[in-house]
């Protein structure tokens, strides 16, 4: 009996240790799922605080450290997700993404080396990964490595014929070894294959500027303008390729724009306050050349500039300052030294301006003279690094014309770039955070949630809120804290109806910081105490919308999931006729490409709150899709007039 007792007590251990083994994994692997969609959804630190957990319970598994050093990645900590992803290849060297990331990572830090090490290493195991061979070939060209960048590119284009890049990287590498004429044969193929990428044409009208044929330049300028009308260094590329064509109007007009898009761009500023002053605009021309000399306090060539300026608007004391601080670092400038004698005699101090008039004579004398001042006119432009004072009143342009050609790699910009492109707004969201919006000055009222916030009290009041502000470390720990707080109270009640609202209130919590399985399922723990509230079928019908994103962009079937969305904003109403819920109601109809019933939900919220912008912005989307183009803009701008302008592009993008 004895040993039989010992037995059973052996196997009971033995299974509850199992037990216990396979709730640690269940857990851990739950962290890393919630951090997986904290990081889908952009909220960095938040996923960054599901993988610490995930690492501290388990160590040894290699996703919590790869998926913290993707989020770090996303937060610009390129070094914290170099060790992260160091980290992540120790436990398991055989994933090819840890390697890219790293990579990546290395390159961020210029440190090309060691990320070719980490692209070859990848390709051993993935060698048909046409990304891979794309960013090790740009790391060659970093490295000045180009025999190895030109022959792994000729492989790249034997593997795959009609990768226009590659090509266009063959330009560069040519260009790079001063071969001008090689450089535009590849280009011209990669045009041939893509005439439709803007960066190639780009890098075409910079191979003619370099050549000084400036109509050609500015035609295909022209055409990467087109393609890419947010790139500031066309317009100041083409500015210079029109000045050069005597076109001043046009060349004034891509200064303009180019400061449109970019008000800090040094050479825009500069080179727009030359052609002011040559025709004569000198108070906007001082404006430029002070805002030059706010970015470089120490620019002379402005700061001369500034000063021919000054004396002509007759502040002929800023003027002397401006021409001294010249003259101080060269002091045989002599037409700044006879400017300055000028403005002395003009303000009656004979003495200086004899001073500096002795010194002109004196140098004259010595046949080292100049006084004439040199026009403004074609061709006459300098490096911006050229600081020969002489060519004080040339355009400048850029020292290097560098081609930015972008590594390949689905963590390069925001994660949401990795999804299928939605342009309608998000559903409204009940949730303990606030937004906040400087422009769209609207704040979400519904009388349900008003009456909840009533009962509760001032602690932890509910918003209605269309997107998730950011939180920091501290929010995070604040809600994780609440959480544990609202577990301890329900364990401790053993009535569960005494338990519903602090239920209810978990849920929300942990909506915020995404965990949205435990969200959901607290919500439906809820609805089968209380299945009248309005609240808690909002709650559940959102949480499981932006689950279904992440699931879909997982590659899961979410239709059946869909289905659940929709009956519970449907109960919802029931319940509750809100303009929020009829709008996201509208959303999951969208989402099933239903778009005429989408309409009718948009109409019924709208009919509800008039100054509902995102319900408008989305039924106009719902009824371009739905062929109705010209109610669907009257929509776009009633949306824009209430606050979101992102309408007005749109507006543009379907009028064209």
Known sequence: MKKLLLFALLQLSIV???????????????????????????????????????????????????????????????????????????????????????????????????????????????????????????????????????????????????????????????MLQKDTAQAITALEKSLEIDPYDGSLWSQRAIISLSRQEWKESEEYLSKAIRLQPKDVGNYI?????????????????????ALDLDPNNFLGHYNRGLLRAQVGDDNRAITDFDFVLNLEPDNLMALFNR???????????????????????????????????????????????????????????????????????????????????????????????????????????????????????????????????????????????????AKQGRLNPLHIISSNPAMGENDTKRYFALIDSLSGQIDRIRDARHSASLLLKRSFAYSVIQNFDAAIEDASTYLQIDSTSALAYWQRAVCQSKLNDFNASQGTDIRMKTANVLSDLT???????????????????????????????????????????????????ARIANKQQEAGISDLSKAGELGLYTAYSIIKKYRK
Request: with cysteine.
């Open 16 to 174: 509850n240790c199992q037990l216990s083994i396979c709730y640690a994994q269940f857990k851990t692997d739950r962290l890393v799922m919630i951090g997986r969609s904290a990081l889908y959804f952009e909220d960095y630190v938040l996923s960054i605080q599901y993988f610490n957990q995930a690492i501290s319970a388990k160590p040894y598994l290699y996703e919590p450290w790869f998926y913290r050093g993707v989020a770090k990645y996303y937060l610009d900590d390129f070094a914290g997700a170099e060790a992260d992803c160091s980290e992540a290849i120790k436990r398991n060297p055989y994933v090819v993404m840890m390697y890219e990331l790293r990579g990546l990572c290395r390159i961020r830090q210029k440190n090309y080396a060691d990320a070719i090490k980490d692209f070859n290493q990848a390709l051993r195991y993935d060698p048909e990964n046409q990304g891979l061979w794309h960013n090790r070939a740009l790391c060659h060209i970093n490295e000045k490595e180009y025999d190895i960048a030109l022959l792994q590119l000729d492989t790249i284009l034997t593997k795959w014929s009609k990768h226009a890049p590659a090509y266009a990287m063959k330009a560069d590498v040519y």
């Open 237 to 257: 590329n083409r500015a210079v390729a029109r000045f050069n064509q005597n076109n001043l109007r046009g060349t004034m007009a891509d200064y303009d724009m």
């Open 307 to 453: 000063a021919l300026l000054l004396e002509n608007t007759g502040n002929l004391r800023g003027a002397i300052r401006d021409y001294s601080k010249v003259i101080e670092e060269f002091p045989n400038f002599w037409f700044g030294l006879q400017h300055r004698a000028s403005c002395y005699r003009r303000l009656g101090m004979t003495k200086q301006a004899e001073l500096d008039e002795f010194r002109i004579l004196k140098a004259q004398m010595d046949k080292r003279f100049s006084g004439k001042q040199p026009r403004l006119s074609q061709k006459q432009m300098r490096k911006r690094s050229d600081l020969d004072i002489e060519k004080y009143n040339q355009l400048a342009v850029a020292d290097e014309q560098e081609i930015e050609h972008e590594y390949q790699s689905e963590y390069r910009g925001k994660v949401q770039n990795r999804k299928v492109a939605i342009d309608y707004l998000p559903m409204y969201a009940l949730s303990y955070e606030n937004e906040l919006n400087q422009v769209k000055q609207y704040v979400a009222f519904d009388k349900q949630v008003d009456a909840y916030n």
């Open 571 to 621: 109960e919802a109403i029931r319940y509750d006729e809100s303009a929020y819920l009829y709008y996201n109601r509208g959303n999951v109809y969208v989402q099933r490409h239903d778009y005429a019933h989408a309409i009718e939900d948009y109409t019924h919220a709208i009919a509800l709150d008039s100054h509902l912008a995102e319900a408008y912005y989305n039924r106009g989307l």
